[in-house]
């Protein structure tokens, strides 16, 4: 193979074709490579025969983001095989799930748009359905942890620190959702074995369709363009919502469009516990996508970006004013009441601000706040 170390471990080996019609493998005393369909059972069961392979013997299985791509009724074909047939056995499996979330919605559109759609994900959807398959496929026992809880409660501290090392990284956010989306299920046959880690249910708050909470879904339109994390909000009669990270539309980036939330109807809240909500988007091609930035309302439609970063290589040093503007034109719409509502459509106009004095020292995750005084107006 590639190195001495390597082909001392393997022994002496021969590659070609193996004496079963149409599969490929590596044999050497040491070790077995088989290359299989796992749809076709029969020629896995004859393959693995031919290899030597002793079903009496304890085994483990592996299978990393592999049956997910299979078909639900193939892939849990696969399991029920392996049960049945190793009586004694650990079935170890890394693969997606959380299919029909924000973060899910993408991720399903990442791997379709690849050419390998994930086909089972959407017959176990969470780490709880996981664990109910293949207790019913013949295993045992079973458990099912996310990434999240492997990472903060398996890994021990030294190597938590090792990973934080090696290199700069601020995308926790991100990083958080991916773990989610991804678990660990470690099932069980026949050996006195319990993999014992509590599954942890984890809220996705990113994925939710509950964006306002004090409000009533049935009342609230919810807009994906709110499901972003690391944007900067501030309030001017209106709310603007600018930047940070969630969907353009076709994936998950960084953002540089801007939405202007309006929230109408009664003011009581004792009697309007619900409040329909509707969003108008504002043009503001020409800005960075940043996130972990500032917006201080200024008054009169004017809005401040302050620093932020595009990466984690990237922190901004840079001020924007924003200026809001609204047009004589009116976009409406009718909620579930058949109330019509009409809102004048927004626009922005922006520039970038020349600093003078004491440079600003690019920084990211802070706040900014007005300050006034009878000669002088700061930030």
Same mark, same amino acid.
């Given at each position: 193979?590639?190195?001495?170390?390597?082909?001392?471990?393997?022994?002496?080996?021969?590659?070609?074709?193996?004496?079963?019609?149409?599969?490929?493998?590596?044999?050497?005393?040491?070790?077995?490579?088989?290359?299989?369909?796992?749809?076709?059972?029969?020629?896995?069961?004859?393959?693995?025969?031919?290899?030597?392979?002793?079903?009496?013997?304890?085994?483990?299985?592996?299978?990393?983001?592999?049956?997910?791509?299979?078909?639900?009724?193939?892939?849990?074909?696969?399991?029920?095989?392996?049960?049945?047939?190793?009586?004694?056995?650990?079935?170890?499996?890394?693969?997606?799930?959380?299919?029909?979330?924000?973060?899910?919605?993408?991720?399903?559109?990442?791997?379709?748009?690849?050419?390998?759609?994930?086909?089972?994900?959407?017959?176990?959807?969470?780490?709880?359905?996981?664990?109910?398959?293949?207790?019913?496929?013949?295993?045992?026992?079973?458990?099912?942890?996310?990434?999240?809880?492997?990472?903060?409660?398996?890994?021990?501290?030294?190597?938590?620190?090792?990973?934080?090392?090696?290199?700069?990284?601020?995308?926790?956010?991100?990083?958080?959702?991916?773990?989610?989306?991804?678990? !660990?299920?470690?099932?069980?046959?026949? +050996?006195?074995?319990?993999?014992? &880690? @509590? $599954?942890?249910?984890?809220?996705?708050? /990113?994925?939710?369709?509950?964006?306002?909470?004090?409000?009533?879904?049935?009342?609230?339109?919810?807009?994906?363009?709110?499901?972003?994390?690391?944007?900067?909000?501030?309030?001017?009669?209106?709310?603007?919502?600018?930047?940070?990270?969630?969907?353009?539309?076709?994936?998950?980036?960084?953002?540089?469009?801007?939405?202007?939330?309006?929230?109408?109807?009664?003011?009581?809240?004792?009697?309007?516990?619900?409040?329909?909500?509707?969003?108008?988007?504002?043009?503001?091609?020409?800005?960075?996508?940043?996130?972990?930035?500032?917006?201080?309302? !200024?008054?009169?439609?004017?809005?401040? +970006?302050?620093?932020?970063?595009? &990466? @984690? $290589?990237?922190?901004?040093?840079?001020? /924007?004013?924003?200026?809001?503007?609204?047009?004589?034109?009116?976009?409406?719409?009718?909620?579930?009441?058949?109330?019509?509502?009409?809102?004048?459509?927004?626009?922005?106009?922006?520039?970038?601000?020349?600093?003078?004095?004491?440079?600003?020292?690019?920084?990211?995750?802070?706040?900014?706040?007005?300050?006034?005084?009878?000669?002088?107006?700061?930030?």
């Amino acid at each position: 193979m590639g190195t001495p170390e390597l082909r001392d471990l393997l022994g002496h080996f021969d590659t070609g074709k193996t004496q079963v019609e149409g599969s490929v493998g590596i044999l050497s005393s040491r070790y077995r490579l088989i290359g299989v369909d796992l749809t076709d059972l029969g020629s896995l069961q004859a393959q693995l025969q031919q290899a030597g392979i002793n079903k009496s013997q304890p085994s483990l299985f592996l299978s990393e983001c592999v049956l997910t791509y299979l078909a639900a009724e193939r892939s849990s074909a696969v399991i029920e095989w392996t049960a049945r047939t190793f009586h004694r056995s650990m079935f170890v499996t890394y693969e997606q799930v959380y299919p029909i979330d924000g973060f899910g919605r993408v991720m399903m559109r990442h791997f379709q748009g690849r050419g390998s759609p994930l086909k089972s994900i959407t017959s176990f959807p969470t780490p709880v359905d996981q664990e109910k398959r293949y207790k019913s496929l013949g295993f045992d026992m079973s458990e099912a942890f996310d990434m999240m809880h492997f990472y903060h409660e398996i890994l021990d501290m030294a190597e938590r620190n090792r990973i934080r090392q090696l290199e700069p990284f601020d995308e926790f956010e991100e990083w958080h959702l991916k773990c989610c989306h991804y678990v !660990l299920i470690m099932s069980v046959k026949g +050996i006195g074995l319990r993999a014992e &880690s @509590p $599954h942890v249910d984890r809220a996705i708050s /990113f994925a939710s369709g509950e964006v306002w909470e004090s409000f009533s879904s049935a009342t609230c339109v919810v807009s994906t363009d709110l499901q972003r994390f690391g944007h900067a909000s501030a309030c001017s009669g209106d709310i603007l919502v600018f930047g940070g990270y969630g969907s353009d539309g076709m994936r998950h980036a960084r953002l540089s469009s801007s939405m202007l939330v309006t929230v109408y109807g009664a003011t009581d809240a004792v009697k309007a516990s619900v409040l329909p909500i509707r969003r108008c988007r504002v043009a503001t091609e020409g800005l960075p996508a940043l996130m972990f930035h500032s917006l201080t309302p !200024l008054g009169a439609g004017r809005f401040l +970006i302050a620093g932020g970063r595009g &990466s @984690p $290589h990237a922190p901004s040093s840079k001020f /924007f004013l924003l200026t809001l503007k609204y047009e004589d034109t009116v976009t409406c719409s009718a909620d579930h009441l058949s109330k019509s509502h009409c809102l004048r459509n927004a626009v922005h106009l922006w520039t970038e601000l020349e600093m003078c004095g004491d440079p600003f020292i690019a920084r990211w995750r802070h706040t900014a706040s007005v300050m006034s005084s009878q000669q002088l107006g700061s930030l």
